[in-house]
């Protein structure tokens, strides 16, 4: 038994996703369990179409089993997004390899850059004011050369060596393996040929186009969500409800974020008070060292109630969203070796510890505000009803 995981937000769920599951199959993994983000995801904002709808494009596309990031890791650094998702991925005890895309494709060059004690090294680098990607970048030149630090000017090879460092953190067996992406960059603004990044296809809902780039069964399932008027989401849309919500708070709850250091958090008190929108938010709290994918977090942090103390432990437990057959070979197996538990139902959690329950209520609070903001508003108490989906 073979078992390959993935972390994927599947914001939506595209062709480049699908070449990644084939790779995948190729190398010859009989099983694919993918950790997914939930209801928002690590640029700050909701994900345009709800878990269950992006569970159900996966389990279409190849992934047998899907359980979902806890929100406070799928909304916090790429640190600490890597360390949630591989740790829950650790936690089955049945999973042989990480498998990711990158820039570069090449597993060594990511290994290496990831045994650099960049953290103990990089305060002589900040001194000058530069931002931090840049300084580490410098400091990856000076310890290993240029074709190393050129790495790091792309975001999946970045994500890549965290997986990495969070693999090493954990002491975990499972090994991590890199794929060469193939068409556009991440974020590329320009499709090519069958491919286009997730932030293309999401700046362009509403133009057919954009399913020329998404297997038949994904289109469908959000073709049928457009037509529901429950995707997209988005912030920007019900900012009022952002804004309103967040201007409740002290100055000392924004110190209490994660993330929140090196005055950020006062410049977001002060924003908060000042800011008619969400882009004057954002931009009134940008600086060259704090950059707007750390601000928009912060903000989106602030208004779901998600503090440090949640990144302060690792997630609490693994959470089932859906599977196949094979998925439930998965959990068979699982059974005897998972160190966290296993939970799907609402019923599940009521059952179980207290940090569980924690995290959870926090899931549940999320949701309720998630279903605020679509264009035809949805009831409280989603989170709480549905149960997993299941592709026989």
Do not use: W
């Amino acid at each position: 038994m073979r078992v390959c995981g993935i972390v994927a937000e599947y914001n939506p769920f595209h062709n480049g996703h699908k070449y990644l599951i084939d790779k995948i199959r190729e190398i010859g993994f009989d099983y694919i369990v993918a950790v997914m983000s939930g209801n928002y995801v690590q640029r700050g904002e909701p994900a345009i179409l709800d878990k269950r709808l992006r569970t159900k494009q996966a389990l279409a596309n190849g992934v047998d089993l899907v359980v979902e990031l806890p929100l406070p890791f799928a909304v916090s650094s790429a640190e600490k997004f890597a360390l949630g998702s591989v740790c829950i991925l650790d936690s089955l005890g049945v999973v042989d390899s990480l498998c990711f895309g990158s820039e570069c494709g090449n597993t060594d060059i990511l290994k290496k850059i990831s045994e650099v004690d960049v953290k103990g090294k990089i305060n002589s680098y900040l001194n000058d004011g530069r931002t931090y990607a840049s300084a580490v970048q410098s400091l990856i030149e000076n310890e290993l050369g240029s074709e190393y630090s050129d790495v790091l000017s792309t975001p999946n090879n970045i994500l890549g060596i965290e997986y990495i460092k969070a693999i090493n953190r954990l002491e975990s067996k499972i090994s991590p393996i890199t794929i060469k992406r193939e068409g556009v960059c991440h974020d590329s603004d320009k499709p090519e040929g069958d491919f286009c990044s997730a932030s293309y296809i999401r700046s362009n809902i509403g133009n057919d186009s954009i399913f020329s780039f998404m297997p038949d069964s994904s289109k469908e399932i959000i073709k049928k969500a457009i037509s529901n008027k429950i995707c997209p989401i988005s912030l920007e849309k019900n900012e009022r409800v952002v804004l309103s919500y967040i201007r409740r708070y002290d100055s000392e709850y924004f110190s209490s974020l994660p993330d929140a250091s090196e005055g950020i958090e006062n410049r977001l008190y002060s924003a908060v008070r000042e800011a008619r929108s969400l882009d004057e938010l954002y931009s009134m709290v940008k600086t060259k060292r704090y950059t707007m994918a750390r601000v928009k977090r912060l903000v989106l942090n602030a208004f779901l109630g998600v503090t440090a103390d949640y990144t302060e432990v690792l997630p609490p437990y693994i959470r089932v969203l859906g599977l196949n057959e094979k998925g439930r070979e998965i959990l068979k197996n699982a059974k005897g070796s998972a160190t966290k538990p296993i939970l799907t139902l609402a019923s599940d959690f009521s059952k179980s510890d207290e940090m569980c329950k924690k995290f959870y209520s926090l899931e549940c609070r999320a949701t309720d505000l998630y279903s605020s903001l679509a264009d035809e508003i949805q009831p409280c108490g989603i989170e709480q009803a549905e149960k997993a989906v299941i592709v026989k």
